[in-house]
Each structure stands twice: as structure tokens, then as C-alpha cells.
């Protein structure tokens, strides 16, 4: 929902700025293109700096572990902070903890016995962006890409870890994710703020990929 | 095999570093004039629509985790517009796993509101060559060979200066030769040995000069896997798929694109029927 109304966001701005764009095939009037280079050094003065946001969120897992659910994410909160510079480009870092929820699932042993159990999860996950801020009128898309680490904390209570395909592991596991994402923000002063999501694709295979919607609050200097 | 993206994504990083401090330059008049939108010759998308790159134009496009046969786990794909709608390009990620490839694409009618492209590819690959795959998978490909030829006719319509429309046929020639069914299901679990026709329907929403919002739908219906045997047909419930992403141009000659997919053979691929993509490219 968080995605739709983000969209829905940069489609109204768009609408604002949309009288200085030319037809595909037809001439710029140069008139248009006078606009749009006044534009250009504005844009670059509001893309240039240091910023921090506060994030929270919800996650939500996207696939299983063969037949083992597991949902490490769920509610989510951490600390997002980077350098843009005046081209856009962006450098920064991130963490957040994801306090995840309990899974009361059925299994079955290879004998074909049936028996219940649960999958307690949660993670921590952190590590560095590379991203590019896009001017949209008043707004900032920023789309970014994360490459950092996911510690998976689990507690399997009425089964084993082998029989669930955990082989030796222990808890926590850790594995690397990358972490591809999109958000629209609000600079207003030093106040910056928005929303966004973020899909950790997990590489290791006992920690299930998952869709982040996250609101970003903080400042840019 | 999970790993295979990871040329791409340093290539990204490499190249993001490279411009980092780059700031856009100003437009030389006449290329403002010609207009600096994403709609404009030089800017437009050539991913699933009926345009090509203008003459003497390079591109070059790194990306990962795609689920289309063309950018499945990874892209570094380098285009060049010969001139007269005429471009070629090869995807060297797949290349450098034993996968060779190469395509041609004609936009051969050019008007206001219409524009329709024919395409040709050849793909194939070796399972000797196949060095990434993992030892039990290489041994059952090392005796089968792949090869397949996608024909494509795309027509893109642009009613507006927001609005795009695209809609693409095509028709997969795919056959895999000496494969066991465990062989065929490792090619055809990422469809590159799936003989397919299907149609794609798209609409892009240009939401500001230098962003649009794309939307993709691949709708096939007839999928088979043609081996030593007689054909064995894949049901659509297993081959759909559906995209909804956006592109944005990050400065001049540099877009990006992420997008979320939402298809079957994804969850074969990456263990999620819905997963991401994303892809940088460059038109220096």
C-alpha cells in the first residue's frame, strides 16, 4: 500500500512539472529548454549533502525455506545515513532490526508421522548503499542498492534443526543479502522525510528473502 | 549459481564510483532542442518497446536477478545502434558462463503515434562451457547442448506526452540437444530451453521528464520443451509473469531501472515468486 501511495505521490508532482516536456518526435521550443537549464543548478543545490533518517517499517517474508516458514522481518527499525553528491550520486549505509514473529507451522517426519512445531525468528541487517537521488519537482526518488549482511537469530521449538533442513547451522545465521530499493522523499529545509521499500534477496539458503515498506524521517546538512 | 549476478553488480558499483563526482553538464543547445525527455531518441527505452538506438550510439547496461530469458540473473549487455534502426547487442554476463548470444533488432516503421520493431537472437550454449554451475549440475549438463532463436515484433504507441503503449509477440525457437530430463529441467526451470510464443502487453506512465513507471505483463500461450523426444508442453500457470518497475534518467547518458516481478519461474530461480530487478545503464 505504501508503494501505491508513493507512486501515487510521484505521479501528482510529475503532473506539476510536466509543462516543460517535449513531444517525443517534435522540437523542444527554446523557450522549454531555457526552463529547464535555469532548473539545473536549483536541482543540484537541493541534492548535495550529509543526511540521516530514522526508519520504520513493516517486512513481510517471500518465500519459504523448502517447506519451512520462517518470518524474520515483520516490524522494523533502524538508522539510514548518507553523502549525496551534487550529481545525485549517493554513498551510505545502513541498519535496522527487524524483531520478526513466531510461526506455528505442521511438518511431517519421511515415515509420514505427522507433528506441529514452531519457528521463532527475528534479524539484523546492515551494510552499504550505493544510490541515486532524482529530482522530481518538489520530491526526491532515490533509488538506492544495499550489499550488507543478515544475522538470523531462530528457535525451533518442537523439532529439530536437521529435520528442517538446517543442517549444522547454528543460530544466528548469517548470510549476505542484496538489497535493491526505491524511496520518495520530502526535503523541506533540514527536515527530510518519506516513504519506501527495500527487498532483501537473501543469497544464503536458509534465510527467506523479504519486501520492506519503510517511513523515512530525519535531517539533511 | 546464486552468485552469478556479482559481475554486474560490481560493474554497477565501479561505474556509479565513476560518475560519482559528475556533475550533469549542461546541454549542448542542440540536444535540448531535439528535446531531453525520456521519450526523446536518445533517451528512450529500447526494454520490451519498438525503438532502437540512433546511429553511432553505444550502450552499455548492467544489472541482476531478472527473470526474462534475456537479463535471468544477470546483465551486462553492450548495444550499438548501426543507423537506420538497425542495432545489435550481445549479453557478455551470459557469455562468460558459456552462454553465447546475439541479437539484431530492426525499428523499421518510424511515425508520430506508431512504431513497430522486428527483433532476432541466437542463443547457445554448451553444457561443457556451463563453468558456474554447481559439480553435480555440470556433470549432467556437460553432454547436452541449447539452442534457441527469439523472433520478436514489438509496436509501441506514444497517444501523448505521458503515456506509452507496447505490445510485443514472440515466438521462442528453442531445442535442447542430448539432454536427460534432469538436464531439461535445469534449462527449463529458467526457460532459456522453453520453445514459447507469448504476447506482452506493457503501458509506461511518464511521471516527470526524467522518470516513468512501466508496467509489463508476459502472457504466453503455447510452452514447450522440445528435446530428443516428442514436445512436452509447460502450462501457463507456470510460464506468466508480471512487472511493474520505474527508469529514471540519473544524469546525462546514465538511467536506472528497478522493477518487482511477480512469475512462477522466479520462484524457481530465486526461491520468490515475487523479486526484484535492477539494471543501470549507459549512453556515453
Redesign the interface.
Known sequence: MRVVVA?AL??A???G??G?????????P?AT?AR??DA?PRR?ASLRGFDVLATAGWGAH???IVHLELAPYGASFGIDLGYT?????R?GGYFFRSLGRSVHQPGETPSGRAYEFTADTSSLNGGLS?G?D????QLV?R?Q?G?GVTAMAWDLRGTSPRTENFGDDSSPSLGVH?A???SLLWPYGLFEGGLGFE?L?Q?K?TI??G?IGTLLVGVKL | MRWAFLPAVSAFALAAAAVANAAEPAQPAATAAAGSNLQSPEQVSTRYSAYTLPARQWSMAAGALGVGDGDVYAVLAITYGLGAGVQLNMNLAHASVGLLNAGASWHFIDTRYFDLKAALGVWYGHGDWFWIAEPLAKKILSKIDVVKVPLELTASSTPNRWLQFDLGLQYDYARIFGASSQADSLFTDNQLGLTQVFVRPGARLFIADNTAFELFARLPFYSAVVGEGSPRTVPFKHTWAVEAGLRSRFTRGVFGNIRLNYAPVSDLLYGARFYPAFEVEFRP
Request: cysteine-free; proline content about 8%; aromatic content about 16%.
Open positions: 507512486f510521484a505521479f508532482s510529475g503532473f512539472a510536466r516543460a516536456r517535449a513531444q517525443s518526435a517534435g522540437p523542444q527554446v529548454a529547464a537549464a539545473a543540484r517471500t518465500g519459504k553528491w551534487s550529481s545525485g550520486f554513498l550505493l541515486w532524482v529530482p522530481l519537482d526518488l533509488y542498492l550489499m542484496l535493491p530499493g526505491v527487498y534477496a543469497i539458503d527467506p528473502s519486501f
